[in-house]
C-alpha cells in the first residue's frame, strides 16, 4: 500500500493538474529571456498558458517564441522587444498591450538589474537606471494591467521582489531601495484591488544562480534555481479563488541568503 502511494507521489505531474487551469489564460512576463523570466515562461507555457514575452533582445524573443510554441503547439507566444531602462519605450510596450491584447490574466514583473554600489559612491546614471528598471516598470506595468483586470474582476499579478526588501544591502544601496519600493508598491496595489477579485503577490527569493553570478566563486548548492521561482508562482496559482498568498519567500538552504 505505501509503495503505491510513494510510487503515485512520485509520477504526481503537476503540468498535468495545472492544464485547466491555465487554458485560454495570457500572461505578459518582463525579462522573458533569461533567468527566472525564462524559467517562469518554460514553466506557464508547459501548462497551456499563452504568453506575451518582453525583454530587450529581438531575436532572443524570437529564438524562444518559435521553441515554445514548437514543445506547446497548444498556446500562442507573442512578443514585445523593449529596453526598460527606457521610458519612452516601457510607454510603447504599455500601449501595444493595451490596444493589442484583449486580457491579460497573469502578470509577472520581473526585470530588474543589480547594481552593487553603495549610497555614497554612486552616479546619478545608476540611480535613475535602477529606479526605471527595478521600480517605475512594475509600477506602471501594475496600474495599467491592473485597470483591465478589475473590469474582467480576475487576474493575478506577481511583483519579483529580492530578499533585499528585508534584509538590506548597504554596498548595493539603490537596489535595495528599489526592492522596498516594491515590496510597498504590492502591497498598496493589493489593498486597492482585492474587492475586485485581484490577486497581488510579492516573490522574494534569495540568493538566484542566473547569468549575474557567473563566474562566482560560491558554491551552487548555495544558491536557489530559477525553476524554484517559476514552480512557486505555478503552484500559487492554483490556489482557491477564496485564497491569497500574500508573499513567498525562497531561500537557498544552505550559505547565505
Known amino acids: 500500500m505505501f509503495d503505491l502511494l510513494a510510487d503515485k507521489l512520485l509520477n504526481f505531474d503537476i503540468k498535468r493538474i495545472a492544464m485547466p ?9 518582463t525579462g522573458a529571456t533569461k533567468g527566472m523570466g525564462l524559467a517562469i515562461a518554460e514553466k506557464l507555457a508547459e501548462c497551456g498558458c499563452n504568453l ?21 503547439p497548444d498556446i500562442t507566444v507573442q ?10 519605450q516601457l510607454t510603447k510596450l504599455i500601449h501595444w498591450v493595451e490596444e493589442r491584447i484583449l486580457r491579460v490574466d497573469i502578470l509577472v514583473n520581473n526585470v ?18 535602477q529606479m526605471q528598471i527595478n521600480y517605475r516598470t512594475p509600477h506602471r506595468l501594475s496600474r495599467s494591467v491592473a485597470r483591465s483586470m478589475c473590469k474582467n474582476r480576475k487576474g493575478h499579478i506577481f511583483n519579483i521582489s529580492s530578499i533585499a526588501s528585508r534584509e538590506p544591502v548597504s554596498s548595493a544601496a539603490t537596489y535595495t531601495v528599489t526592492k522596498y519600493a516594491v515590496r510597498g508598491l504590492t502591497q498598496v496595489l493589493r489593498d486597492e484591488v482585492r474587492p475586485y477579485g485581484i490577486k497581488v503577490t510579492e516573490i522574494i527569493p534569495g540568493s538566484t544562480l542566473t547569468a549575474s553570478w557567473e563566474g562566482t566563486t560560491v ?32 531561500k537557498p538552504q544552505y550559505g547565505n541568503s
Not at 506575451?52 to 506547446?72: G, V
Not at 512578443?79 to 519612452?88: M, P, S, T
Not at 558554491?219 to 536557489?224: E, N, R, V, W
Open 112 to 129: 530588474g538589474i543589480f547594481r552593487p554600489v553603495s549610497l555614497l559612491n554612486e552616479s546619478d546614471e545608476d540611480f535613475d537606471l
Open 52 to 72: 506575451l514575452l518582453s525583454a530587450r533582445n529581438r531575436e532572443s524573443l524570437e529564438t524562444l517564441k518559435i521553441r515554445l510554441e514548437e514543445s506547446n
Open 21 to 29: 487551469l491555465f487554458t485560454d489564460k495570457t500572461a505578459l512576463i
Open 219 to 250: 558554491p551552487a548548492d548555495q544558491f536557489i534555481l530559477p525553476t524554484d521561482i517559476a514552480t512557486a508562482i505555478v503552484t500559487c496559482l492554483q490556489v482557491s479563488v477564496g485564497a491569497h498568498v500574500d508573499e513567498i519567500v525562497i
Open 79 to 88: 512578443y514585445f522587444a523593449c529596453d526598460f531602462g527606457d521610458n519612452e
